[in-house]
């Protein structure tokens, strides 16, 4: 597998529950990035974790409006990586996971730019996460996630090529959250348009992280692994 590909992912929702967890269909390699979209009906996404391990948040989106949330957690997966990744709310409502395992290598402190363009009322049925800040270095993944106060909302498309690597989206009773990836290859400001199936109240923004440096003009190459499990690309 080439930098920026996904390995797995793996998603889950539920409702009326204070936690949700969410196993990977296989042990994470070493060095590569382990993302966590989470959402909840609750004010804040308040913990992911995964076998004792902390995650860290890349961004927080929260509707002040009808007081539900979303967030973006990453790691670097370890030795021996935990499969089960628990997502715990600040309080009990409706709870909705996607997880992705993206291959490295991958800076130890990845992130670079992110968006959060905040909340948008229902009568629209497309959402833009904005348009970030220049990205730091030519070889980066960017992840966009968009929610919705609608179970229905599959949506349809993403702009700009979002979508290739990654498209999914999870639904608990009310309420869904859809992502999308893009591998980036040159500098430059990052933005994507969500189109949803139907026009909902939407949240949600972008996240680049960032390949990790050539050392001494050779690049550190990890294991290549191809699995193949369903529902992932």
Same mark, same amino acid.
């Given at each position: ?18 936690? *949700? ?11 590569? %990035?382990? !993302? ?54 600040? #309080? *009990?409502?409706?709870?909705? *996971?996607? %997880? ?50 609608? #179970? ?13 690597? #990654?498209?999914?989206? !999870? ?28 026009? #909902? ?8 992280? $960032? $390949? ?22």
């Amino acid at each position: 597998m080439a930098f920026g590909d996904i390995v797995q992912r793996a998603e889950g929702a539920n409702t009326d529950e204070n936690s *949700l967890t969410v196993a990977y269909g296989v042990t994470p390699a070493p060095g590569n %990035l382990l !993302v966590a979209i989470q959402m909840t009906g609750a004010t804040s996404c308040d913990l992911v974790t995964s076998g004792g391990n902390n995650w860290t948040s890349a961004v927080h989106w929260q509707n002040t409006t009808e007081l539900d949330a979303a967030r973006v957690w990453w790691r670097i997966a370890g030795a021996s990586e935990a499969m089960s990744v628990t997502a715990t709310p600040s #309080a *009990l409502d409706e709870n909705g *996971l996607l %997880l992705l395992e993206i291959e490295g290598p991958w800076e130890s402190s990845p992130i670079d730019q992110t968006t959060n363009p905040g909340r948008q009322a229902g009568g629209g049925s497309s959402y833009s996460v904005g348009t970030s800040g220049t990205t730091a270095q030519a070889d980066e993944v960017a992840v966009a996630a968009v929610y919705t106060r609608n #179970a229905g909302n599959n949506g349809t498309s993403w702009t700009q090529t979002f979508g290739g690597h #990654a498209s999914s989206t !999870v639904s608990s009773a009310n309420k869904s959250i859809s992502a999308a990836t893009k591998l980036l290859t040159a500098t430059g400001t990052v933005e994507t348009t969500y189109t949803m199936s139907q026009a #909902a109240v939407a949240q949600g923004g972008l996240v680049t992280f $960032k $390949k990790q440096a050539a050392a001494g003009g050779t690049e550190r190459h990890q294991t290549r692994r191809m699995i193949q499990a369903g529902g992932f690309f």
